[in-house]
DNA sequence: ATTGATGCAAATAATTTGCATGTAC
DNA sequence: GTACATGCAAATTATTTGCATCAAT
């Protein structure tokens, strides 16, 4: 979604446009690994001293219930981990080390849902794949 | 692993064969769903009312180490769960509004996984994949 | 003007740690 | 007997909530 994009959308959806707001969907729009709140705060601070860990918070659960943001949970660190929902579908996969991300376009489960949905009868929504290894430069040691 | 190999794995391995890591290893095995530490300790003070979830924790994390026990992140509340690890590699479909877990057989990454290797020169060295949705129950509402 | 958003501090929930005691080897 | 495991209580970490104030519509 554009800049501007997104404060329609704010709008449409009944959810005021503030500064918070912007700055957050700014910073997680520019952020390309998966962001802990905490490091989002840490950034914001850097903007604009006066903005509360408790906001964020509020703010990505907004953005998650609104579906513009996806949240996770980083493997190993008992984090959760956010990023923009960017519509096509994409996965990581996650150095362990260094715990570097990378995104890997191509999905390969589209087929195999619709098998499991037949021999479930579960109505499957979705999915939470993610790769894990070690990168190029980590598995040489 | 059998309950008496068990008890050889954790000598062999330098680990000291306890009641309380009997004990969970027992509920564990007879668990067939994703289980919470909590869960475990409460059903732990039913057999035996001296045990502390510290000691849950800390059974968790060495069995976790050893490669006996998967522990996983539970979408929707932000806590762990625990299982035992069935080499035969298997998956989860779980139903969001009841929380039900359906083990799923099959799973189709081993090829994708190369490719990704391929393509990154990651060394891969697994994958984190649940299926959510709706159980045949809970999709009718 | 009204309603919802924010900052701050305090509360909660899950997990971890320090330390004295207990137990397997 | 020694070294590691445990229970308990206290500490830590991530996240949430209450409430007075502030800002967007």
């Given at each position: 979604m554009e800049c501007t994009e997104i404060k329609?959308?704010?709008n449409t959806?009944?959810?005021k446009n503030t500064k918070q707001r912007n700055l957050i969907y700014?910073?997680?729009s520019s952020t390309k690994n998966l962001i802990t709140a905490e490091d989002?705060?840490?950034k914001l601070i850097n903007i604009d001293t006066s903005v509360s860990l408790s906001t964020v918070y509020r703010i990505l659960d907004i953005f998650?219930?609104?579906g513009i943001v996806l949240k996770s949970n980083m493997i190993g660190?008992?984090?959760n981990v956010f990023e923009i929902?960017?519509?096509e579908h994409e996965h990581h996969l996650i150095c362990l080390k260094c715990k570097k991300v990378v995104h890997i376009e191509n999905c390969p489960l589209t087929e195999?849902?619709?098998n499991v949905e037949k021999d479930t009868n579960f109505s499957i929504t979705g999915h939470n794949l993610e790769l894990y290894g070690y990168c190029p430069e980590c598995k040489e040691k």
């Amino acid at each position: 979604m554009e800049c501007t994009e997104i404060k329609k959308f704010l709008n449409t959806n009944g959810i005021k446009n503030t500064k918070q707001r912007n700055l957050i969907y700014d910073i997680l729009s520019s952020t390309k690994n998966l962001i802990t709140a905490e490091d989002i705060y840490l950034k914001l601070i850097n903007i604009d001293t006066s903005v509360s860990l408790s906001t964020v918070y509020r703010i990505l659960d907004i953005f998650v219930d609104k579906g513009i943001v996806l949240k996770s949970n980083m493997i190993g660190t008992d984090k959760n981990v956010f990023e923009i929902n960017h519509l096509e579908h994409e996965h990581h996969l996650i150095c362990l080390k260094c715990k570097k991300v990378v995104h890997i376009e191509n999905c390969p489960l589209t087929e195999f849902e619709h098998n499991v949905e037949k021999d479930t009868n579960f109505s499957i929504t979705g999915h939470n794949l993610e790769l894990y290894g070690y990168c190029p430069e980590c598995k040489e040691k």
